[in-house]
């Protein structure tokens, strides 16, 4: 062996022993099983799929066609390889609602839940950052009991509920903001990005731009309130007890301003945890986004999987299933990566 | 006198009941003297400490007593004024230095605050060169190797001894003229806690600073001080010069805590004290060492004994010198 | 068991009563912690409903298909609190024999989850750097890798739409968080001195398992178990509300909410009626479980 051979093979090695390198590499293998998972549920469950998604009144001729469509005249895992040889080849099947490759549907529909998710995360951010700070720094004080009592509400009341509860409020019944949909009728903007705020941003259409806000504010404050309740909660939590820990006392007794130990010395610890369960609010926004894009006929990828689902359209489902895995790995590795900044002891462990 | 204290007591309020901690503890402090303070773990040292800084935890209340430095009441002092005095006049030395340094800043961050703050009191707002050199001499008075290394360094990467030396030199930034020391040698190897006695010894006598020293290690506190308290469950049991106090110890408590530890008594092996610390929600209410003294008396469970000047430099507080 | 002495009796008589005080304080604490309470009379009240709802609910009769369109669209009054839906049928009444669907779902759905996840995690555990564990552990990371309403529904949507399946769906999703969460406790245990004890006096895995690991777990299991109840609920209504799960006329909460929201915003009353319904059990769980978890937390 040469002498080059050996550090390529170390180089080789230390990108392996990256911390994150081997969280995607695990990640694609999990994005496998998931398929796998999906694709055996579909078929092993019982009932016949096609029978299922054309219905009891369809005639025999065309659930046997469709069969053959699918393959499932054939083994199981005959099926699963021509579906990941399609997959490799930049298809995901057929979809039956539409009749276009799953593929397409999903480039199609993907940016206007990109566009809710990431609404959604900076409402997030902003309410629970404040609500945790303004009670956490007030302990047991009058607006800290109001947050607790919204923190309780938050947690539990499903954000399908608050859906319904500020569509009615905030648009019915106070006229405040559009009830329905992305943008108002008779405004138009020219997909670029398929993000409306952006388009009109970039088209320079500043009526369509705060339209398109206003449209996203009741979907996107239903998606978020669970989370910001939830991180709120912990955030006030770890700053109630950071805050008597001795380095926030050591500060004290060197003089240093209150508003540095708070904002600086107290927060950033405490951020930690709190950050840490953004993972898991996460999965509940891509979640509850199915529903939420359905009360407020969101024209996003997840309304579209949710007519997979009730139209049995095995293609669609096993797709949308498997980009929501997807997006969800990314935005638990980019949590991963937020956390690691914060907190060194963690980004030396890796 | 540089810090008097008179009938302090701090309690801490939990959601369920009350802590009486420190029960009217007295002491005082010359200046250029070194006091120490001895006692059990959970006798309160700390919280004496911290309240003589005005650093208690949120839900430490003091409800009666003063804290007199430098002619005024720590507790009643304006903002501005317990600034300066935290910023350049006291400085402290907690006990655990990994719990005292923040996890997820720098030492840089936080040893650039402290100077930064400190020299902005003096009218000078600092470059970040000067805070550069500053942080360097300081670090190389507290002979810590590489302090450019150190100032990168987050806390979990240090040692326990070089944690401590950072420790020291933040404390030594503010105190010009009063440092409290907790503990600061517990959580080290016995090597390690030998040059740290003898590196604070030494900055102390070199700056001429007022110090006190609290500590359960006796040997420590027999070399370096000047003068000792002894502080059981919340109330000062005795005073003395540290010489007198070793030899005549008056107080059971001074007694048994001095005969407990092996290498300083004359006889007998170190046992420990039977019993334990009372509790602070319901502690007893005459002499708080009422329950594990030997010599107890009928007056000594419901009255609490006061100040009684055996000689001229020795007070003790026990019924038996009534 | 045979020569039991004296002392062994005198020593388990005492770890008896050492136990017995340790809920007494556990209980103690618990009844100090004044949201718990609530929580738990709030869970029982509700179960209560649940249990006697043909004597309970003002009209029995209206919980499934039935119809009288003289009374429908009624808002809420003295004869019907929550008003009426759009075949005249009380809405209080369904709602009340929905309760009896939302407990069903959490004793089955609980009742199939918990010992699976808990079995496989300890086998998983207690078998650490065998095939096994890799089988499992992996397994069970396939499913935590998606949101879990994700799976649910894509589980419920390719089997029939009713309330069974719906819970199966549900069920199928949950077990990998009882198996990560029994299988952590588990290797954290495994090398305990007293586990290592019983391997070396010969115990049976069977053994060991269920009568020295399990009982260690079973505080923190409990824990979950109680703040998963609400999460349950959650879940099902949302699988009902997209309409995958129960259908009408089953008086599912969550079913109810989906038929009744296509009547927003006139007749607010039928939706608003249930979704209070899945928010005080939610809640009432989540109070249960906030209180349990800061009791285990303080021993």
């Known amino acids: ?350 | 006198m540089l810090l008097e204290i008179n009938d302090l007591h701090v309690y801490y309020k939990s959601y369920w009941y009350i802590l009486k901690v420190l029960n009217g503890v007295w002491l005082r402090v010359d200046k250029g003297e070194r006091v120490g303070i001895i006692g059990e773990s959970g006798s309160g040292k700390t919280t004496l400490l911290k309240s003589i800084l005005k650093i208690l935890p949120q839900n430490g209340i003091i409800p009666r007593g003063e804290i007199r430095y430098d002619g005024k009441n720590i507790l009643k002092l304006g903002d501005n004024e317990l600034t300066k005095i935290r910023r350049k006049e006291i400085g402290i030395i907690f006990q655990d230095p990994m719990a005292a340094l923040n996890p997820v800043f720098t030492i840089r961050e936080q040893l650039y605050d402290i100077i930064k703050h400190k020299m902005m009191i003096e009218g000078h707002n600092p470059s970040s060169r000067e805070l550069h050199e500053q942080a360097v001499k300081i670090l190389n008075d507290v002979r810590l190797p590489d302090p450019e290394r150190v100032l990168e360094s987050y806390p979990f990467q240090l040692s326990g001894g070089m944690r401590q030396r950072v420790m020291i030199a933040m404390a030594l930034i503010s105190a010009e003229k009063l440092l409290l020391a907790d503990e600061p040698t517990t959580n080290l190897d016995v090597t390690i806690q030998d040059q740290i006695l003898k590196l604070i010894h030494k900055l102390v006598i070199e700056k001429n600073l007022s110090t006190i020293l609290v500590s359960h290690a006796l040997g420590m506190v027999y070399q370096m001080t000047d003068r000792v308290f002894v502080l059981y469950a919340g109330d000062i049991m005795e005073e003395a010069g540290t010489n007198e106090l070793f030899n005549h110890p008056k107080h059971p408590y001074t007694q048994l805590l001095i005969s407990s530890t092996p290498r300083l008594s004359s006889v007998g092996v170190g046992e420990g004290i039977k019993g334990k610390i009372p509790d602070y929600r319901n502690p007893p209410p005459g002499c708080r060492f009422a329950p594990r003294c030997p010599y107890v008396m009928d007056k000594c469970i419901n009255m609490k004994p006061g100040k009684i000047q055996v000689n001229k430099d020795h007070v003790v507080s026990c019924h038996l010198y009534d | ?299």
């Open chain 3, 1 to 299: 068991m045979s020569g039991t002495t004296t002392s062994e009796v005198k020593f388990s008589e005492l770890e008896k009563k050492i136990k017995r005080e340790n809920w007494r304080r556990i209980w103690f604490r618990f009844k100090k912690s004044k949201l718990s309470v609530i929580g738990l009379s709030m869970i029982l009240i509700l179960l209560f409903m649940a249990v006697f709802a043909e004597y309970i609910a003002p009209y029995p009769s209206h919980a499934g298909l039935y119809i009288a369109f003289k009374n429908a669209y009624k808002p809420p009054s003295l004869e019907h609190i929550l008003g009426t839906d759009m075949y005249g049928r009380d809405v209080f009444s369904r709602i009340i024999f929905g309760f009896r669907y939302a407990f069903m779902m959490i004793g089955l759905v609980l009742s199939i989850v918990v010992p699976t996840g808990v079995i496989l995690g300890l086998i998983a555990g207690y078998y650490r750097g065998t095939f096994i564990e890799t089988v499992i552990v992996r397994l069970s990371d396939i499913f935590i890798s998606l949101p879990p309403l994700v799976l649910a529904l894509s589980i419920a949507s390719i089997l029939e739409p009713n309330i069974f399946n719906s819970m199966l769906a549900v069920s199928l999703m949950w077990w990998p968080w009882y198996v990560k969460l029994t299988y952590s406790m588990t290797v954290s245990l495994r090398n305990e001195p007293f586990i290592l004890a019983a391997e070396s006096q010969g115990a049976s895995t069977l053994h060991i398992l269920f009568r020295e690991l399990l009982p260690n777990e079973l505080g923190t299991i409990l824990t979950k178990v109680t703040l998963d109840a609400g999460w349950v609920i959650l879940i099902g209504a949302a699988i009902s509300f997209v309409g995958l799960g129960a259908q009408p006329p089953t008086p599912d909460l969550g079913t109810m909410v989906s038929e009744y929201s296509k009547y927003l915003p006139e007749y607010w009353w039928m939706s608003l009626g249930p979704a209070a319904g899945i928010v005080l059990i939610i809640l009432a769980f989540n109070l249960l479980g906030d209180g349990i978890r800061d009791v285990f937390a303080g021993e």
């Open chain 1, 1 to 350: 062996m040469t002498v080059e051979n050996v550090t390529t093979s170390t180089r080789l090695q230390k990108i392996l022993d990256n911390y994150y390198v081997r969280k995607i590499l695990l990640s694609i293998v999990t994005l496998f099983g998931i398929s796998i998972l999906i694709f055996t549920i579909a078929r092993v469950l019982p009932g016949d799929p096609a029978r299922l998604a054309l219905g009891p009144r369809a005639p025999e001729d065309v659930v046997e066609q469709y069969r053959k469509l699918l393959r499932l005249d054939q083994p199981i895992y005959v099926q699963y390889f021509y579906w990941l040889l399609d997959v490799f080849n930049g298809r995901f099947g057929l979809s039956l609602v539409t009749f276009r490759d799953v593929l397409t549907d999903i480039i199609e529909f993907i940016p206007a839940t990109v566009e809710l998710i990431i609404f959604t995360l900076i409402i997030d951010v902003i309410g629970a950052l404040s609500l945790g700070v303004i009670s956490g720094r007030k302990p047991n004080s009058i607006i800290d009991n109001a947050v607790r009592i919204f923190a309780y509400a938050g947690i539990a009341i499903p954000s399908f509920v608050w859906a319904i509860i500020l569509q009615l409020v905030l648009a019915n019944w106070l006229d405040l903001l559009p009830a329905y949909g992305r943008l108002s009728l008779g405004i138009e903007v020219n997909r670029i990005t398929g993000l409306i705020t952006v388009d009109a941003l970039l088209n320079g259409n500043l009526v369509a731009f705060a339209d398109a806000i206003t449209h996203l504010i009741i979907p996107s404050l239903s998606l978020a309130i669970g989370s910001i309740a939830q991180e709120a909660r912990i955030l006030r939590a770890n700053l109630i007890e950071n805050i008597n820990k001795d380095y926030i006392l050591n500060m004290y007794a060197h003089g240093i301003p209150n508003s540095i130990i708070f904002f600086k010395y107290a927060l950033k610890p405490s951020m930690i945890p709190t950050v840490t369960i953004m993972t898991l609010d996460m999965a509940s926004t891509l979640g509850n986004a199915f529903l939420v894009e359905l009360i407020f006929n969101w024209p996003g990828l997840s309304r579209y999987g949710i007519t997979a689902m009730l139209r049995k359209d095995l293609n669609a489902i096993v797709g949308v299933v498997l980009v929501i895995g997807l997006a969800y790995t990314i935005a638990s590795i980019i949590i991963d990566l937020l956390v690691s900044y914060l907190d060194p002891r963690v980004r030396y462990k890796r």
